[in-house]
T-cell receptor, first 113, second 110 residues
Framework: EAGVAQSPRYKIIEKRQSVAFWCNPI?????LYWYQQILGQGPKLLIQ????????DSQLPKDRFSAERLKGVDSTLKIQPAKLEDSAVYLC???????????FGPGTRLLVL | QKEVEQDPGPLSVPEGAIVSLNCTYS??????FMWYRQYSRKGPELLMY????GNKEDGRFTAQVDKSSKYISLFIRDSQPSDSATYLC??????????FGTGTRLQVFP
């Protein structure tokens, strides 16, 4: 079974630029999550999708972050404009409706200069 | 006060040692408790999962949950150099919004 795929793996941008990350969850996983992991900290949930609907985006900085999952499969997370404090690893995770385990992708490492 | 507290380490032990990793938490409503292992530049992978209180064993790994003390532990027996990684505790009210600790970096030297 293929795991959660993410791209790009690394991205360097300057502050105020925009950036987008892509995630393809494990096939058949209806629930998809985006987490932000700042260096030296644990992952923090940004947004949760159930199929193509948002379940929880309470910790998403909506003035600059947006995410979509149009067809209920892959998802994109966008930051516009980026700030220095957005430097982090952005992790995507997925699970089935009934399964309790979240499976994580390798993450996209973002550096904002 | 953070919802989940975890000593960041680093923790350095010789091969074969028993390792004890711990987290404390403040929200007594948490029901699901997990331990994830994260190798450098990789995503977290689930090691152990416990619902409510009690112990769970899987090979060299044992997870304990003490809800009365709001304290969870992960024990690694016969530690190996391949166990060198960051160990993250996570907990939640349901199975969705995981609240992670900061992670403890473990180094097992031969």
């Amino acid at each position: 079974e293929a795991g959660v795929a993410q791209s790009p793996r690394y991205k360097i941008i300057e502050k105020r630029q925009s950036v987008a990350f892509w995630c393809n969850p494990i096939s058949g996983h209806a629930t998809l999550y985006w987490y932000q992991q700042i260096l030296g900290q644990g992952p923090k949930l940004l947004i949760q999708f159930q199929n193509n609907g948002v379940v929880d985006d309470s910790q998403l900085p909506k003035d600059r972050f947006s995410a979509e999952r149009l067809k209920g499969v892959d998802s994109t997370l966008k930051i516009q404009p980026a700030k220095l404090e957005d430097s982090a690893v952005y992790l995507c995770a997925s699970r089935t409706r009934v399964q309790e385990t979240q499976y994580f992708g390798p993450g996209t490492r973002l550096l904002v200069l | 006060q953070k919802e989940v507290e975890q000593d960041p380490g680093p923790l350095s032990v010789p091969e074969g040692a028993i390792v004890s990793l711990n987290c404390t938490y403040s929200n007594s409503a948490f029901q699901y408790f997990m331990w994830y292992r994260q190798y450098s530049r990789k995503g977290p992978e689930l090691l152990m999962y416990t619902y409510s209180s009690g112990n769970k064993e899987d090979g060299r790994f044992t997870a304990q949950v003490d809800k009365s003390s709001k304290y969870i532990s992960l024990f690694i027996r016969d530690s190996q150099p391949s166990d060198s990684a960051t160990y993250l505790c996570a907990m939640s009210l349901n199975t969705d919004k995981l609240i992670f600790g900061t992670g403890t970096r473990l180094q097992v030297f031969p």
